[in-house]
């Protein structure tokens, strides 16, 4: 199963719209395997858009952001956080 072809969860798409609609980027490219560097989203940038899902999704992302490299990443700490049943989240890690 490919990520963001056949297992394209909510929250992915989700992710991808607000990722598209909050930098003014062509939601074509805002794919799963996108990294934040290569849409050119710099770590202050993705820091301030993860407190903006925290605040819409009231949650609260893993002190460790780090490891967030990718829009895929987002939509799967943000299905951790919330609950997501483990199979969507497992579909989304195999990516």
């Known amino acids: 199963m490919v990520l963001g072809e056949t297992c394209m969860s909510a929250t992915l798409e989700t992710i991808r719209q607000m990722i598209a609609e909050e930098f003014q980027l062509d939601h074509a490219i805002v794919t799963a395997d996108?990294?934040?560097?290569?849409?050119?989203?710099d770590s202050l940038s993705a820091i301030e858009f993860m407190f903006l899902l925290e605040d819409r999704f009231k949650i609260d992302f893993p002190e460790d952001k780090a490891?967030?490299?990718t829009v895929g990443?987002?939509?799967?700490?943000?299905?951790k956080a919330i609950g997501a049943p483990s199979d969507e989240r497992k579909a989304l890690a195999r990516s």
């Open 34 to 41: 996108a990294t934040l560097e290569s849409l050119e989203i």
């Open 67 to 69: 490891k967030i490299k």
């Open 73 to 79: 990443d987002i939509a799967i700490e943000l299905d």
